[in-house]
């Protein structure tokens, strides 16, 4: 491998990394950076399975946003955080214990950006972390700074947290593109359930079409809450250390009064056909012993927008600290299409595309996770973990097939990885859009953006 080191051992080349502390650095930068050189800016660096921190296009520089670490303010009334590029999860969670807000976590490490996650259109624990977006802080290619949606401090904006605001919305622009260095956002903020019992159960792997229909019936008739997910065999054998067996693992929290949630919890086992002999509940994090598996610890904790068990799982899975996946441990990488939880024979084809990739025992263990996103919408993410030493090979093979075979049935990822940019814009608006904001192309076309040279 040629470049920076990453956990999913994708190639790369950079001239450096600078590393800004402020906005005003982000612009200096900016200005000073040789314009015959791309910029590529990243948050925290940990966008682990899609290349990390590391460029697609050659030899641009490198920004690193880490270094902006201040959680601007804080209203927990109306629900919103403003924070820079370089705050993470922990950071923003620990600030909201005890209140009644919380955060909508993903499932990756504590140390990841809030921000960077959400732009790249992460999943969190309890709904698309898109959602959580009201504003943004953005520097142009022409190095001036703008606010985009919702600011607390705009005379434009009104009290009211509402992203939209009136006339065109152009925060979506932002995401997934690279049309500016994002420095800072303002984070929408859940409220905070007065009860919350999350329900473990293991179920046959066959069976996982028919229960992903059914968790879609009882989320649509509010039944149960947050993001329901469910692990496939494969899957708790890479994230859990758990030996192969053909049983899934299914989670979801209902939500409610305290007087209110254990009945429904029970209404709601018995509805999705779970078996009570197969199932645990936890009302709270209490309810967990130190025989509770890592998933399981992150699951019932993240739920509740706490991130203090996330890094074991980390631990677990790739055998070694944050700071330290790109450099050692496991390889990881990861294949991320979105299905439709009412097409049976669509689901049946996608976890049978799994198992084919799975079948060989000395080779890299493919997995998959459905997070169920609404009652339509399916999160299937196919996780690939392999020695780094000998099955690299094998495993960018097992992901140039998972792009092929995925595509053959017309389902596409909606996050790429560095090894499979976007290699033409579908929308010729995207490119009208992209030489009014950055006409010399300053900024790497990243994952999304075409690498196109700058125009006549």
Do not use: C
Request: hydrophobic fraction near 40%.
């Amino acid at each position: 491998m040629n470049g920076r080191a990453n956990v999913g051992e994708f190639d790369n080349a950079e001239t450096g990394i600078l590393t800004p502390t402020t906005v005003d650095d982000v612009r200096s930068l900016i200005e000073t950076v040789p314009t015959d050189t791309r910029i590529h800016a990243f948050s925290t660096g940990y966008n682990w399975g899609l290349g990390s921190s590391v460029p697609v296009d050659s030899q641009p520089t490198s920004v690193s946003l880490a270094a902006l670490k201040a959680v601007r303010d804080i209203d927990i009334k109306l629900g919103w955080a403003v924070v820079e590029a370089g705050v993470t999860q922990a950071e923003l969670s620990q600030r909201l214990v005890g209140t009644a807000r919380m955060l909508n976590v993903t499932a990756s490490s504590a140390q990841t950006s809030v921000l960077g996650n959400a732009l790249d259109r992460g999943v969190g624990l309890r709904r698309h972390r898109t959602e959580d977006l009201l504003g943004i802080e953005v520097t142009l290619a022409d190095s001036s700074t703008h606010r985009i949606g919702w600011w607390p401090d705009s005379v434009h904006s009104g009290r009211v947290p509402y992203r939209y605001g009136t006339g065109p919305d152009l925060l979506g622009l932002f995401t997934q593109s690279n049309f500016g260095v994002i420095t800072a956002g303002v984070v929408g903020l859940l409220r905070r359930p007065e009860a919350i019992a999350v329900v473990k159960s293991m179920v046959p792997s066959e069976h996982t079409p028919v229960l992903l229909d059914a968790l879609a019936n009882a989320l649509a008739s509010g039944l149960i809450n947050a993001v329901p997910k469910i692990y496939s065999p494969g899957a708790r054998t890479s994230y859990a250390g758990a030996d192969r067996s053909d049983e899934s693992v299914v989670y979801f929290a209902v939500d409610g009064p305290k007087t209110a949630v254990g009945a429904l919890t029970h209404i709601a086992i018995e509805q999705l056909g779970l078996d009570p002999k197969k199932t645990e509940i936890f009302h709270s994090t209490e309810d967990l012993d130190t025989a509770s598996d890592a998933v399981t610890k992150l699951v019932v904790h993240g739920y509740s927008g706490d991130v203090s068990t996330h890094d074991h799982l980390v631990a677990a899975t790739l055998g070694a600290a944050p700071a330290s996946v790109d450099t050692s441990g496991t390889g990881w990488i990861f294949f991320l299409p979105l299905l439709f939880s009412g097409d049976g024979p669509l689901l049946e084809k996608a976890y049978s595309i799994i198992g084919q990739h799975n079948a060989a025992e000395q080779g890299p263990t493919v997995g998959a996770t459905a997070n169920l996103l609404g009652p339509d919408i399916v999160d299937f993410v196919v996780s690939i973990a392999f020695d780094r030493n000998s099955q690299t090979a094998a495993a960018h093979k097992i992901l140039d097939s998972l792009h092929a075979d995925f595509a053959s049935l017309g389902v596409l990822p909606y996050r790429l990885d560095a090894g499979h940019p976007l290699t033409h814009n579908a929308n010729e608006l995207i490119r009208v859009v992209r030489d009014a904001l950055d006409p010399h192309r300053r900024f790497s076309g990243g994952r999304y953006l075409p690498d196109e040279r700058t125009p006549a």
